[in-house]
């Protein structure tokens, strides 16, 4: 199946600072969606990019999937205490299921 | 409340040991999956059912054993659990396998700690 390299593995801001995660593929992607996990929680969906060069926009959360499909990035604006947690990338979904990258986590300073 | 449940929230046991965690979905979803999660490894299948009766392998499936009777529910299944399963385990639930465009919802999450 497909499969998909997320950077950064960790990411540390200062709270207001904003942050980036790229999701980068050797192949042009189905789609792409987008996964954040609290501390201690279980994965909660955020949203899914099947256009190419779509950009979605959810309050402070910029998502972007690439014009060939095969990269795709999450940007938060001045982040908040709240938003401490991994974020994953994830494509698929067809019979066999989602492939999910290994996440970026989140860690911010106040 | 639509929603997957799993239990238990954690288990502790010993090598060789059978377990199951069992998961339960009331969204009438067709799609079942199992995922591992480890540190520095993300999230990966074990093993998927698109339905009934249907089942198949996912990316780890080796020591593990699924099975799914009834649509709501589809236990996992340890039949002698070693240390190199130690892992939080979830299971998710999906309107359908055509269903390309519908977001994965996961249970809670079972930690698993086998010594």
Redesign the interface.
């Given at each position: 199946g497909q499969q998909v390299m997320?950077i950064p593995?960790y990411q540390h801001v200062q709270e207001g600072e904003d942050f980036t995660t790229y999701c980068n593929s050797s192949t042009t992607l189905?789609?792409i969606?987008w996964?954040k996990q609290r501390p201690g929680?279980?994965?909660?969906?955020l949203i899914?990019l099947?256009k190419s060069g779509e950009v979605k926009k959810q309050k402070r959360l910029t998502f972007q999937f690439g014009e060939a499909k095969k990269n795709s990035s999450l940007h938060i604006t001045a982040t908040q205490t709240t938003d401490v947690g991994t974020y994953?990338c994830?494509t698929?979904?067809?019979?066999?299921?989602?492939?999910?990258?290994?996440?970026t986590h989140l860690i911010i300073q106040p | 409340e639509a929603q997957v449940t799993q239990n238990p929230r954690y288990l502790i046991t010993v090598t060789g040991k059978k377990l199951t965690v069992t998961c339960s979905q009331n969204m009438n979803h067709e799609y079942m999956s199992w995922y591992r999660q480890d540190p520095g490894l993300g999230l990966r299948q074990i093993y998927y059912s698109m339905n009934v009766e249907v089942t198949d392998k996912g990316d780890v499936p080796e020591g593990y054993k699924v099975s799914r009777k009834e649509k709501r529910n589809f236990p996992l299944i340890l039949e002698s659990p070693s240390p190199n399963q130690t892992s939080l385990y979830f299971c998710a639930s999906r309107l359908s396998s055509g269903a390309a465009n519908s977001p994965l919802h996961f249970g809670n999450g079972t930690r698993l700690t086998v010594t």
């Open positions: 997320q593995q189905s789609n969606q996964y929680g279980h994965p909660v969906f899914q099947v994953f994830a698929g979904g067809g019979a066999d299921g989602l492939t999910f990258g290994k996440g | -």
